[in-house]
């Protein structure tokens, strides 16, 4: 049964493995990318349960913004991130907004 947790551990995998093989977004230690993994994939999942209350463009509009605003957050959170504003950067959190999105749409059973 996928729940909650489980689609809050899997956005944070994504985001692992997606960080530690792109680097777009700049990590001191492992163990930070690790712990900054786990916040933003408990972010993602709580922006798309709130999402969900609204209109359709709009909730996948809120939980883009929030994944970015995301980022920037973890910079001020955590030491030794490094979000460095790039094209890469925001195509690689739109991308990543769309998994949290289709995630959110399976454990609803939209799909």
């Known amino acids: 049964m996928y729940n909650l947790f489980t689609q809050c551990l899997t956005l944070s995998v994504i985001f692992f493995v997606a960080d530690y093989a792109l680097e777009f977004i700049k990590v001191v230690t492992l163990g930070g ?18 999402a969900r209350r609204l209109p ?40 990543y907004s769309a998994i949290a999105i289709y995630i959110g749409r399976f454990l609803n059973s939209e799909v």
């Open 56 to 95: 359709n463009f709009t909730g996948k509009a809120a939980v883009c913004a929030a994944v970015l605003l995301g980022a920037q957050g973890l910079s001020a959170v955590l030491p030794g991130y490094e979000v460095e504003p790039s094209e890469f950067l925001v195509v690689c959190l739109i991308i």
């Open 33 to 50: 990318l690790v712990a900054g993994s786990f916040l933003f994939g408990a972010w993602a999942t709580l922006t798309e349960r709130l």
